[in-house]
Structure formats: structure tokens, C-alpha cells
């Protein structure tokens, strides 16, 4: 699966995507044609990359070779279709030899800014040198393209006598017929020239994709930079110190609230989480998920440390499910997607994610459809990860509690403006089978009408 159809199922991935700055169209399709990586040595591999381009670019030394290369990639057209007409031996125009011209000229100029950053080993362009030559048979260095009179030996004479007429008003006749010959002469070049550049295609084609790479390359070690990401390492079980959400973490600070990082540790098997509402149960889903995706796309982690077993893929139940258009309910939605993951996992490792399944039908049945849930996901191989608010569900898995609500977290009156200030998002394991009850605290908290609160409290006696 590419990274343009991942952004289409996590929203958190589509902001880091959304993050990406780019420096050109060729980059930016690059990046979202981008595989998810399940092979470990090769996400070993695209993370070395990433860092050792980190490294030379943090290196005050080579700011002027990076600034070189970002001018080259500032300046990169994406040349996708001009490539594919050579593939179908068709003749280009002057506009698209003046493309091919400046992608050989961009070439050189990377090749040098490459070899200075200590990546040109990583990052391989071939010598577009003769297509230069081609292009620029005068050897002007001017990166536009004109059809030079040494293309052809009638050009030159043809020219200075059309000159000549048009600048006295001459015959018209004669102008048009030296027109005519010089258009013919023109496109007899433009046949040759295009033959030739056919024959380089595979290099011109290597050479437009691998600077394209080096943008999204640029991109992510930027994201890397300004967002603080670690560098994962493979292990046998997904860990995480400090694992933030990047787009809530971004949200907090331009509201000016307090964000909490998370440690988790997601070992085979099925890990359910409990906690009061508001504590953050679904964000830790999200954050888990999108981190599992920016790994293994080739990012840095958000994390202070990452340890990363790799999956074959990521699947999710995550908040309304309700889709209007195919005239499915929220229950409907969620149970079809839950069945896709248990059907899924019977033949292929994944991590599983889903929040707070059968929420939205009667507790008797939900309770049921949770605990065969749970059950059929302990015998896979997958990770899975599931919150609830069920409790004596009776199922042998590893159980984690958000810690919720302490008052005394934070030195002020407690009011709904401020109460996220008052939630400890850290994750403790649990041995109980029971839920934290506090609802009805956190509904007065929030200003619930009092009368509907004590009918509440009276029920529960």
C-alpha cells in the first residue's frame, strides 16, 4: 500500500503528510507513490539513510552544498510526461527540450552538492553529460533551448536572409517560403534530437526519480529536525518512550495546553485498555497508529525512543464508523470492519486497533461480541490493541489502566476550561476486571444539571 492511500485511512498520517515541505511537484508525487515497508533490513536501511542525510545536513560545515541542492530541487520540473513521450518515440517540442536540458543541467549541480554531503554512494545520478552537449551544441551554459544554426548547415544562411527581408519589408513570398523552410528544417532537427534522447531515456527517468527521492528525502529529515523524532530500532515487540501525536501535540501548543507524552509497550497478543472518558484512551490508539505508519513509510518516530517490530499492515476501529452514503449505522459500520480484521489476522501479522467495540448497542450483546473479540485476536500472531468501558468481560489478556483524574495534578480550581490539566495520561498495568466509574464525576465537573445527576446516584444505590 502507497502512502496516498494510508493518508485516506489515518488522519494523523495525513497531517504529518500535509507537514511535508517539499520543494517540488516531483517530490511530492514521489513521496505519496511512497510503499509501506514491512521488510525489516529494508526499513533499517531507509532509516539509516534518513540519518546519515540528518547528519550532514546539521553539519554547519555543509551549509552551502545543502543550500546548493535545495536550489537544484527548488528548481526541478517533473518531467513524468516529457519522459514518457520518448518512450513512445514521439517528438518533442522546444518547451520540453528545454526541460531535459535543465534536468541534465540540475543533474550536474546535484552531483556535486551530493558528493560534498558524503551521499552520492546513497543517492546515485548517472553523467547526463552528452545529453548537455546535445542540448547545447554551442556549449553557451545558458540552460534555455533554441535550435543552435550548427544544428544543421542550411540554418545559419536561411536565418540572416529572413532576417534581412523582414527588416526591410521584403517580398512577401520569400519570406513566407524561408519560413516554411526554416519550420521544416526545424522539425527535421527535432526528429533527430528527440531519436537521440530515446536512447537515454532510462537515464533521464533515473535521474528525474532519484532527485525526487532526495526532496521527500530533505522533507522528512526537516520533520525529523523540527518535530524531534528519534530514530527507531528493530526489536521483537513494539515499544515507545514518550510517544506523542503530532497533530494533537501541535494543537495543544497554538491553544497553550499542557501535552502529555505516553509510554507503551505492545507485545503479541491482545493489550486492553480501560479508563475514564476524557483520558485519552482513543488519542493513545491514534498516536500508536500513526506512529506505526510514519515508521514504516521510512520516518523517524514521534518518540523519545522507539523500538519497532514491523507488520504486514495496520488496521483500525476507530470512532463513528457511520457512513450516510451506503445507509450503514454506526453499528453496522464497526461490525463489518471488526469481522475484515478477525478474518484478516487468521493469515497475516498486523496491528490491531480498536476503540471501544459494540459501544453502540445493548450492553448484554456488546459485552458478548467484546469478549469473542478479544478471544479470537489472543490466537493470532498480531499485535492488538483495544480500549472499553466493560467490564467482567472474564478474557485472559494483558490489561493497562489510564490513570485519569488526580486532583491534586495541578495547583488550581478545577472547572471545565482547565480540566484537561488535571488528567495523568500515563498508562499503568491492571489487574482487576473491573472499569473505573467516573462518570458521573466527570459530568459534574462539567456543569451537569444537578437534578439529572441525583436521579443518577439514586439509581446506582
Known amino acids: 500500500m502507497k502512502i496516498k492511500d494510508l493518508i485516506k485511512q489515518d488522519p494523523g498520517f495525513q497531517f504529518v503528510i500535509d507537514n511535508m515541505e517539499l520543494m517540488s511537484s516531483a517530490g511530492r508525487r514521489t513521496m505519496l507513490d511512497e510503499e509501506y515497508i514491512a521488510d525489516p533490513a529494508s526499513l533499517e536501511a531507509r532509516w539509516a539513510l534518513v540519518q546519515k ?29 516529457t519522459i514518457g513521450a520518448l518512450a513512445g518515440h514521439q517528438v518533442l517540442n522546444e518547451v520540453e527540450f528545454f526541460e531535459i536540458k535543465l534536468l541534465a543541467h540540475l543533474n550536474g549541480k546535484a552531483s556535486v552538492a551530493l558528493a560534498a554531503l558524503g551521499l552520492a554512494e546513497d543517492l546515485p545520478l548517472p553523467s547526463l553529460d552528452d545529453v548537455s552537449v546535445l542540448l547545447d551544441p554551442d556549449a553557451t551554459g545558458v540552460v534555455h533551448f ?31 517560403d524561408l519560413l516554411a523552410l526554416q519550420n521544416d528544417i526545424q522539425q527535421q532537427v527535432c526528429v533527430r534530437l528527440s531519436d537521440a534522447l530515446a536512447l537515454r531515456r532510462d537515464a533521464l527517468e533515473n535521474v528525474l526519480n532519484t532527485l525526487a527521492f532526495t526532496d521527500f528525502l530533505l522533507a522528512k529529515v526537516d520533520l525529523a529536525r523540527r518535530w524531534s523524532l528519534v530514530r527507531p530500532v528493530l526489536g521483537a515487540v513494539t515499544s515507545y518512550n514518550a510517544l506523542f501525536n503530532p497533530r494533537l501535540r501541535e494543537r495543544n501548543a497554538e491553544l497553550g495546553l ?37 515508521v514504516q513509510c521510512g520516518f523517524f518516530a514521534p518518540a523519545e525512543v522507539a ?36 478474518q484478516r489476522v487468521r493469515t497475516t501479522r498486523i496491528l490491531v486497533l480498536v476503540d471501544e467495540p459494540a459501544r453502540t448497542t445493548n450492553p448484554v450483546e456488546g459485552k458478548a461480541l467484546v469478549q469473542a473479540l478479544i478471544s479470537l485476536l489472543g490466537e493470532s500472531e498480531s499485535v492488538s490493541l483495544v480500549t472499553t468501558h466493560y467490564s467482567q468481560l472474564g478474557s485472559h489478556c494483558r490489561r493497562l489502566r489510564v490513570k485519569g483524574f488526580v486532583e491534586d495534578l495541578c495547583d488550581m480550581p478545577l472547572n471545565p476550561q482547565n480540566i484537561n490539566r488535571f488528567i495523568d495520561y500515563s498508562l499503568t498495568e491492571d489487574t482487576s476486571d473491573e472499569v473505573p466509574h467516573e462518570a458521573l464525576r466527570i459530568a459534574t465537573i462539567l456543569g451537569c444539571d444537578n437534578a439529572l445527576l441525583d436521579h443518577a446516584r439514586e439509581a446506582l444505590r
Open 146 to 176: 533554441y535550435i543552435y544554426d550548427s544544428y544543421d548547415s542550411r540554418l545559419p544562411e536561411l536565418r540572416r536572409e529572413l532576417k534581412a527581408l523582414q527588416e526591410h519589408d521584403g517580398n512577401p513570398q520569400r519570406i513566407a
Open 307 to 342: 523500538e519497532i517490530e514491523p507488520v504486514e499492515e495496520v488496521m483500525t476501529s476507530i470512532g463513528d464508523e457511520q457512513n450516510e452514503m451506503n445507509g450503514l449505522s454506526s453499528f453496522a459500520s464497526e461490525i463489518i470492519k471488526i469481522s475484515n480484521i478477525v
Open 53 to 81: 542525510t540528518l547528519d550532514a545536513v546539521a553539519n554547519p560545515a555543509n551549509s552551502r552544498p545543502v543550500n546548493d541542492l535545495r536550489h537544484c530541487l527548488m528548481q526541478l520540473h517533473d518531467l513524468q510526461g
Open 258 to 294: 499542557r501535552y502529555q507524552p505516553v509510554d507503551i509497550a505492545l507485545p503479541h497478543g491482545v493489550t486492553l485498555v480501560t479508563g475514564a472518558n476524557m483520558a485519552g484512551k482513543t488519542v493513545l490508539l491514534k498516536s500508536v497508529g500513526t506512529a506505526q505508519l510514519m
